[in-house]
């Protein structure tokens, strides 16, 4: 009994009550943590005077150059130096914005308590005087250093500057640049100013000038003064180019007798250009000899030089024996001297080895180029094998070298010699295709030829293909072309392309005699009809 009240005294539970249970008896779901307190904004970075003229440096934009450059001065203790300023400055100035060039200047002349450095300076000069040829600014920025530096400008400076006026030929500058530099350097130039002014009155033809100067240099007292091989060097060169031969070579010797200065490759490639030039290859291979018994083994260029020499007197004999000095002194032959030897050999009637010479320069990796397939397309035409030199302009391209104005020139020039004028139609044609035209007196002779042939279709042609690229034909050709009996009828096809003046084509109409017409015909030279 008491085991039976213990079991009915038990409450029951249903197993589906585990599988399924009610709400009333589910497990409270906890409540999310609460979110984290905010973080405190990180101030921002601050950035460093180097990181910040880079980031002006690299701006494509100079508007937005100038905003960063102006919102770097609200960082706490940051104030613009001589690296900002530069980078800014260099910036403006590569964009061609010259009005904010000058106005920063301005500003660093009036507020800016900073040292400043010259470098900047002189690639701000350099940049306005060669790129944008704002010769004046550059000079006008040059005098004005010594307030921006608070220093004279230094010695390297004055050297850059005055080249760059030098070589822009500007007279008045120079002279303007040399009397600011006197009462800068009472002491006297140094070497490099002098050599660019060697250098100046050379340009300018006044060698006597170069002279007396290069007399002072040798009487200063100065080592920093004293002339050296630059010196010497820019004046042979003057002289070599006067013709003037003897007179270098007996510098030369002074150069080295007196004043102990020994010659470098450069040096002694001026006078071996200079013989050669003058035809003198005798003493140009004695001085190559001299050369190399005194030390100085020749290079590169100075066996271009001498291997030129010989091509101009057409001695291939001579230009095989350099090629193969070359050879023997264990010098990588270069793309120069393949082509030197190539092109003499073409010009003298022996094409053949010129195209061996550019299969073996191809395989040892000195690849020819446009320049060298010209010489080899040049010497076929001489040939007559204007077919072979045809296919090869047209395989140019696979070989990754694309023929060039002269290429086309070359075969058009052999068709005219050789009066093929249907060919040299043809070939026009597709000349103008490839956005290329004949020589001017090829262009003259080939509608003299046509007209002299009396074919009217491929002079039409010709004139019309030509006179589209803004050639406009001699007075002696456009004479040729109004005595020609097809002449009203190249003309009137003529007028109904282009523009022409009423006035001029009334001319026409009256003369009952074509043969009539005349340059005069036109009122005016025949650019004013075309």
């Given at each position: 009994m008491k085991a039976r009240h213990l079991k009915n005294s038990l409450p029951w539970i249903s197993p589906l009550q585990y599988l399924s249970p009610?709400?009333?008896?589910?497990?409270?779901?906890?409540s999310p943590p609460p979110p984290p307190p905010p973080q405190p904004t990180p101030p921002?970075?601050?950035i460093t005077h180097p990181e910040a003229a880079r980031l002006i440096s690299i701006q494509s934009d100079p508007q937005r150059a100038l905003d960063l450059f102006n919102s770097l001065s609200h960082q706490p203790g940051f104030s613009h130096n001589h690296a900002t300023l530069s980078a800014l400055l260099l910036r403006l100035a590569k964009s061609g914005k010259f009005a904010a060039v000058d106005s920063l200047l301005k500003?660093?002349?009036?507020?800016?308590s900073c040292r400043l450095y010259e470098p900047p300076f002189l690639s701000l000069i350099s940049l306005l005087s060669s790129r944008f040829s704002l010769h004046e600014k550059s000079l006008e920025i040059f005098l004005s250093l010594p307030s921006l530096l608070r220093v004279k400008p230094s010695p390297k400076a004055v050297s850059a500057c005055l080249n760059l006026l030098v070589e822009s030929g500007k007279v008045e500058l120079v002279d303007k640049l040399l009397c600011h530099v006197k009462d800068w350097y009472k002491a006297g130039l140094n070497t490099c100013i002098c050599n660019i002014l060697i250098k100046h009155y050379s340009k300018m033809g006044q060698i006597e000038k170069a002279f007396e100067?290069?007399?002072?240099?040798?009487r200063s007292s100065l080592n920093r003064t004293k002339p050296d091989l630059i010196t010497y060097s820019t004046l042979m060169g003057v002289l070599c180019k006067e013709g003037r031969i003897k007179d270098a070579f007996k510098l030369f010797d002074e150069m080295i007798e007196r004043d102990k200065i020994m010659p470098d490759h450069l040096t002694y490639n001026i006078l071996l250009d200079g013989f050669c030039k003058q035809g003198q290859m005798d003493k140009a291979k004695l001085l190559f000899g001299f050369m190399r018994n005194n030390g100085c083994e020749p290079n590169m260029f100075n066996y271009s030089t001498l291997m030129n020499g010989f091509c101009k007197e057409g001695n291939v004999e001579e230009v095989h024996k350099v090629f193969d000095e070359m050879l023997r002194s264990g010098m990588k032959i270069d793309r120069v001297s393949y082509t030197t030897l190539i092109g003499c050999l073409c010009r003298n009637g022996f094409v053949n080895k010129g195209i061996e010479l550019v299969v073996e320069m191809n395989e040892k990796g000195s690849r020819a180029?446009?320049?060298?397939?010209n010489f080899i397309i040049e010497g076929l035409c001489k040939e007559e094998r204007i077919s072979e030199a045809l296919e090869l302009i047209e395989k140019l391209?696979?070989?990754?070298v694309k023929p060039n104005v002269a290429s086309y020139r070359i075969v058009m020039n052999c068709f005219i010699a050789r009066r093929e004028m249907e060919r040299a139609v043809r070939f026009l044609g597709f000349m103008l295709q490839k956005g290329f035209r004949p020589h001017y007196n090829a262009s003259n002779q080939l509608l003299v030829g046509l007209c002299d042939l009396e074919r009217i279709n491929d002079a039409t042609f010709a004139l019309n293909g030509l006179t589209g690229t803004g050639f406009a034909p001699e007075i002696v050709t456009w004479n040729r072309l109004v005595e020609s009996k097809f002449t009203y009828y190249i003309i009137s096809l003529y007028f109904t392309t282009h523009s022409y003046r009423s006035n001029d084509k009334k001319e026409i109409d009256k003369c009952e005699n074509k043969s009539d017409l005349t340059y005069r015909t036109f009122n005016g030279p025949p650019s004013l009809f075309f």
């Open positions: 009610s709400s009333s008896s589910a497990v409270p779901t906890p921002p970075r601050y500003l660093i002349h009036r507020h800016h100067l290069l007399e002072k240099m040798r180029d446009v320049i060298t397939y391209s696979y070989e990754g």
